[in-house]
DNA sequence: GTCTATACTGGGATAGAC
DNA sequence: GTCTATCCCAGTATAGAC
């Protein structure tokens, strides 16, 4: 049981939220301990609190950092509503397909989160989901989409391109090039584009 | 499930089940515990085992129940894809609006279920969505249904009409005759029926 | 920075009284 | 059929040694 002790503070630190991340997404917040997690990371549990101030914490650290990536990194503005919604659809299945962990949690954890956090991710939640609606409306307005209802559209859009994370699996029948493909083809119809 | 020898109780059984039911949606399988179900009854912790062998007996008769309630209530047969396919989109609203909690435990439980529990559920998924993939194969062999690749169609529609209960509330903006017309319509220009 | 040890609370499940 | 009492184990989190 002889062990090296000594500062890993740059290491360890990322290591606890990648275990917490795997652990939390494979069996769930409420049903992975502290004392998992530390074993996971190869550290005893009461270490883990040099790193986070608690397993609440560490939860909405993920979300939140999850949410606030996926805001970040795809913004679309090319102001042609057809464009930026195939640009939509294809970023929204990279990105997922990516990072199944980090969906999955930020899909099923919600009830977990304490209600101040629980209302900060909504929030960021409802930001991207305008944005979709967003670019929806201008396709209605220009006359190139035929929505019924743009916020259904765009809960049953989003709920739709998600849902690959369900069933994709890395070297199956059909590559993510594929997928984008076919995914893109159902999302225009649905807008009639 | 098991009873316990000279059980007369017709009562408390159900109620232990609708109690768990409820505080499983609420608050997760792992994060219920038994003295809570036992509360919310209002009988003690150890009175429970006369209606259940254990938690995860509680949790995979709640599944299998709903699966098979599922398959039973509609098997759709008219031979005619498109009506299929109504008949498909509209009670698969109806039938999960209707029953908010047991749909989101079956979707969110999943991992928490035994091994052996977890094949059996998955088996009557599968069971569910190779019916709808069905419909959608004889649309296209009849040539009224325009689709790139069935299965994920059939993924992309469940997935797309399941997450109605996402956002669905009673007394909201749109009713379930609304909803349903307007996931119906969106369901037809997917397979461009 | 990590360790061991521990405080404290609560978990699932069982035994036996009534 | 439900109760009380209890076993045993695990949970989060902290204190203080090294």
Redesign the interface.
Known sequence: MARTQGSHAETTGPKVREAALKLFA??????VSMRRIAAEVGVQAGALYLYTPDKQTLLFDLMRGHMEDLLADFAPGSGRPVADLEAFARHHIRYHLDRPDLVFIAY?EL??LDPDNFREIEALRRRYEDRLEAILKAGVADGVFDI??TK??T??????L???T??YREGGR?GREA?GD??W??VR??V?A
């Open positions: 494979r069996e769930g917040y409420a049903a099923m009830r977990n019924p209802d259904l559209a809960m049953a859009l989003i709920a739709m998600t849902g690959v369900t069933w059909l997928v076919i995914y083809d159902m119809k649905v009639r």
